[in-house]
């Protein structure tokens, strides 16, 4: 029997491809400094706070730090991307 991985519960809970699915949790594994959490267990996070779209892959590791899950060292935030100037003036 073939157990379903976490990357696949995740594609179809949000309806994002398998790729986007593995490369969002690698991203909130990549928001902690030195030791990463499971797959796993961040689906588990998620799962438990009902989300009804994807966050963002740090806030879901702050959220996952703040609330004791992962007590490991997180980087900082990344920055947004601003918005480019309108240089047509419309």
């Known amino acids: 029997m073939q157990k379903t991985k976490p ?3 995740l594609a179809v809970q949000f ?5 986007s699915a593995r490369y969002f ?3 909130v594994q990549k928001s902690f400094k030195t030791e990463k959490p499971p797959h796993q267990l961040i689906l588990e996070f998620m799962n438990g706070q009902k989300f009804a779209s994807l966050p963002k ?3 879901v590791a702050t959220m996952m730090h703040e609330r004791g899950m992962w007590v490991h ?7 947004e991307p601003l918005d480019e100037e309108d240089i047509y003036g419309e």
């Not at 309806?15 to 790729?19: A, G, H, K, V, Y």
């Not at 060292?73 to 920055?79: D, I, K, T, V, Y």
């Open 15 to 19: 309806q994002i491809s398998r790729e």
């Open 57 to 59: 892959p740090h806030q």
């Open 25 to 27: 949790l690698i991203r």
């Open 73 to 79: 060292p997180l980087h900082s935030a990344p920055a």
């Open 7 to 9: 990357f696949e519960i």
